[in-house]
């Protein structure tokens, strides 16, 4: 585990722990054991990977093949961003992704929101991730590609890589996070604005640290619009927004050649399947926002008992 994670997640620890302890708070010491388990599944996430580095031959220059009809933004992002002072800004921020799911579980914990769906949303978001990074294993163009950034002299044949690295490329689990983040933390305007935030700093960090392809951040929208509605139990769908992810994942492994022949016309289907996301999530969440206030702008006689609160005024 990074240094700057374990420092973050020291501290998280030992502010709700003395909270929870100073004020007996039943909703801290679930946020503490929440935590807990959340450490232990990203640790777990990380042996499973590690498993599957071993065994799994990597499809990164498929990916690489995508990306460079794209404009090669991964290679572009990295070559403009890491020579800046804002490189380490953009690592630190890309290993903070547990504590981004554990602030927004805490949003919603702490101001009256649906924390079961959120924390419902974020584990099955690795557990269906873990899934498909087995279907389509690659591993980010710093571990593909040994002169990274600098872009390879002729275009290299497609053909798989015997790689150790982790097969967590393909989607992008950091950016299907941080667009949950966003969708969650909607009803509350300060928290809303830290996750978009949030989200166009891990777009950055996911390119300029070389862990990820365009691509990846592309299926990652539809992905994450399936866990979003897979929490929210509206399941035809989060299995249609399923179907989109298998969908791109089996045009890139078996159709790459067509998808890559209109290089303007790949870019507008990259565009409308992460627009086609928002505004779903948009959709789906103004309901639920509007729910959410409402729970938490009312007492709680109001809300439990219509009885009690004719009895009250």
């Known amino acids: ?30 946020l503490l054991l929440v935590s ?24 990164d220059l498929w990916l690489y093949t995508a990306d460079t009809a794209l404009g090669s933004p991964s290679f572009a992002a990295a070559r403009l961003i890491r ?20 602030a927004t579980y805490a949003v919603h914990l702490l ?4 924390p079961q769906r959120v924390l419902a949303a974020f584990a099955l978001n690795f557990a269906a991730g873990y899934g498909v990074y087995l279907m ?3 591993c980010g163009p710093e571990y593909a590609f040994r002169a990274f950034p600098v872009l390879p002299s002729a275009a290299p044949g497609l053909h798989t890589l015997n790689l150790l690295a ?39 960090a996911t390119l300029s640290t070389g862990e ?10 539809p992905f994450a619009a399936f866990v979003y509605a897979a929490a929210r139990r509206e399941y035809r769908p989060a299995a249609a927004w399923l179907a989109a992810v298998l969908a791109w994942c089996g045009a890139l ?16 289907v990259c565009i409308l399947t992460v627009a086609a996301a928002w505004v779903y999530s948009t959709r789906l969440g103004r309901a639920g926002s509007r729910m959410t206030l409402g729970l938490a702008g009312r007492p709680a006689a109001v809300i439990s008992s219509p009885v009690g609160a004719v009895n009250q005024t």
């Open 111 to 114: 101001a009256g929101g649906t």
């Open 136 to 138: 389509f294993p690659a």
């Open 253 to 268: 492994r078996f159709g790459l050649p067509l998808l890559t022949s209109a290089p303007t016309l790949f870019a507008i």
């Open 212 to 221: 990820h392809y365009i691509v990846d951040l592309v299926v990652a929208a």
């Open 1 to 30: 585990m990074p240094l700057a994670l374990e420092i973050a997640l020291t501290c998280w620890f030992c502010v709700i722990g003395v909270q929870a302890a100073r004020k007996r708070d039943a909703r801290l010491l679930q």
């Open 36 to 59: 807990v388990a959340c450490v232990a599944g990203v640790g777990c996430v990380g042996i499973a990977l590690s498993v599957a580095a071993r065994h799994t031959a990597k499809f």
């Open 83 to 102: 020579p800046t002072h804002w490189y380490p800004v953009l690592v630190a921020v890309y290993e903070a992704m547990p504590m981004v799911m554990l």
């Open 166 to 204: 982790p097969p967590n490329c393909m989607p992008s689990l950091h950016t299907s996070t941080a667009l949950l983040a966003c969708w969650f933390c909607r009803p509350w305007r300060f928290a809303s604005g830290c996750a978009l935030f949030n989200l166009a700093l891990t777009v950055l």
